[in-house]
């Protein structure tokens, strides 16, 4: 009797039959080429067994989902690379390219996963990935308009005054405002 983690390691035997129905042994249930595409997309492994005959069939059922897929919508696949994939067979190094291939997936698989890890990351630590661009054009918009101030006499600052000193100055304003408006209301 197998452990759970064991189960976890092994792959799920389906077999076909010759009516081309799917049966998941796992499950004890009839299955679709869909299902298979999902239980890809999980990571869990399978192995397709010819009912009849007993052999593997798995890499033409993958090629039957790829297939599938790409006649479903979006292609993954451009037509250059089917066709240099084509051309592919027979060349002398042919035993090269299934290497090559799956040695370029696992890189991009896990670029993919780095990236994933680094974005989540971010978004986990409160941080939002944008938020220091925001922060850079900022401060070249605020140094922009400050060598713009700085360049034009007339919007320069006026130098710093104490908040005391300022409320003073706004009352004698005030003050004077008020006597001009008075003068003007006496004539």
């Known amino acids: 009797m197998t452990d759970g983690a064991d189960a976890a390691t092994e792959p799920v035997i389906v077999k076909k039959y010759a009516n081309r129905r799917l049966y998941n042994t796992e499950t004890s249930s009839y299955i679709t080429l869909e ?71 696992e890189a991009f698989r896990r670029n993919q996963e780095q990236f994933r890890a680094a974005f989540e990351g971010l978004m986990h630590a409160g941080h939002n990935p944008f938020e220091a661009l925001v922060r850079q054009n900022m401060s070249m918009m605020q140094a922009a308009a400050e060598m713009w101030r700085n360049a034009n006499p007339l919007l320069a600052a006026a130098p710093a005054r104490a908040p005391e000193d300022e409320l003073k100055a706004l009352k004698a304003e005030l003050d004077q405002l008020k006597a001009k408006l008075d003068k003007l209301a006496a004539s």
Do not use: C, N
């Not at 067994?49 to 890499?59: P, V």
């Not at 690379?81 to 390219?97: A, E, H, K, N, P």
């Open 35 to 105: 299902h298979l595409s999902a239980m890809t997309r999980e990571g869990r492994e399978f192995k397709v067994i010819d009912a009849r005959s007993g052999d593997d069939i798995t890499h033409s059922v993958l090629t039957q989902i790829i297939l599938e897929e790409e006649t479903r919508g979006e292609t993954l696949l451009p037509s250059s690379v089917l066709r240099q994939l084509i051309g592919m067979y027979g060349d002398q190094m042919q035993s090269m390219v299934p290497l090559y291939l799956e040695a370029s997936m």
